[in-house]
């Protein structure tokens, strides 16, 4: 490779990495700039401070507790919170990364803040300096890592201790819940074997398991919360469309005004090499991001369920994913299974547990991308059921249950797969 060669790819990467920058900045402008359309000022402050000082336990939807403006801004300084440390980290931005930050701004609408966060993006910063590892490398599992926010709060606000010890004991619990995510993360992919793309929800909801045990085992009471919104779906649905559509319209600039190369990217498994934004550019990246986010907004609305603080977040979630491991294709597989289990179940399919685990079950997307679409059917119908007896377990201090179930269910229908996929290659065999 020549030096001409280098530095144009090297002005690309750039020119790359300061798109999506400055897109993670608009992003977090447009949700602060919505907030007020929903909410006066004095009351986005008064609901900042709720939602800094609650549990935050899943399921806890800001829109609840506080308001819709006090959530659409606590998600757009988780964001620029984010993109400043990535700014900082000077590191290419990839796919995962995309991923974290619209991970973030989702569940920033219920259960993350400011305050729980903090400290476990500290705990795996003082990681990467132990370890010697750079940070840069890390960034994308410090703030995955936050889906352990309610350990904070919890700790902090819930088990009647003095405020200020309460206050600090939380940050403690949280540095060092992120000194250990590392650690742990790299250990359990081997676990599922890459084919949840949730690793390190699996890894929270092993760490706040244990967490749970410990603090019943001393007699505090620590339960899973049921608190969502209804009635918003309107105005919200018209703010998801909206920006799902800017995101539509910006990639299809930036790919030239052309869907080149996208069957390419709906061939991915979503298993293995999942950086679509190095395979495939940010303008195609943008696109399958738009479109799956207005595919499981339409689902939300058409089931009739309510748009609200946790489905808001999955479908961001989903949207991020689009960058790393998820497209149209290997998705609706895992959102047939749950919707067809929840219909013939004791579920509802409207109810936003079955629409979270519709959304969030989508880290199986690379069961159906690999096995195929049968596989994602009964792979999703699986995680349904598994996902809805799991909370209690670590009593909803880990924000990614799904990711939790989804490592499961991994580790047990993979082994049945792979074993099919052998019989057929012996069957297949020519006689020798």
Known sequence: MTKTTKGLLKEETYLTDRM?????????????????????PAEIFH?????????????????????????????????????????????????LMVA??????????????????????????????????PFSKLMPVALFGTALGPLVSEVAFNLNLPVFHG???????GFIAGIFIPVLAQHFINFHKGFSLYNIGFTAGIVATM????????????????????????PLSLFLLILF???????????????????????????GNNDFIKNYGPGLVFINMALLGIVFTTYVLIVGGELNGPTIGGIFTVVGFGASGKHLKNVLPIMLGVFLISYFSVHDVNSTAALLAALFGTTLAPISGYYGTLAGVIAGGLHMVFAANLSFLNAGMNLYNNGFSGGFIAAIVLPILEGIQRLKQVNNCPEV
Request: hydrophobic share 50%; charged share 10%; glycine share 8%.
């Open 211 to 234: 967490c749970t045990a410990i603090l019943r085992s001393f007699g505090y009471n620590v339960e899973t919360v049921y608190l969502v919104s209804r009635g918003n779906n309107e």
């Open 245 to 271: 559509g800017m995101m539509l319209v910006f990639g299809l600039a930036a790919n030239q005004w052309s869907l080149k190369r996208y069957g390419e990217l709906m061939n991915e498994s979503g298993h």
């Open 20 to 40: 999506i920058f400055n897109s993670f900045i608009i992003f977090a402008c447009i949700l602060f700039a919505v907030s007020f359309l929903f909410n006066t």
């Open 167 to 173: 206050v600090i004991l939380g940050i403690l619990v």
């Open 100 to 133: 974290s930050i619209f991970t973030l701004a989702g569940f920033s609408l219920f259960g993350k803040n400011l305050y729980n966060s903090t400290p476990i993006i500290l705990g795996v910063y003082a990681y990467a300096k132990f370890s010697k590892t």
């Open 47 to 95: 609901g900042n401070i709720t939602i800094l000082t609650s549990s935050a336990n899943l399921v806890t939807d800001y829109f609840e507790i506080a308001n819709i403006g006090a959530a659409l801004t606590n998600a757009a300084i988780m964001v620029i919170q984010a993109a400043l440390i990535i700014k900082k980290g000077k590191q290419q931005i990839s796919g």
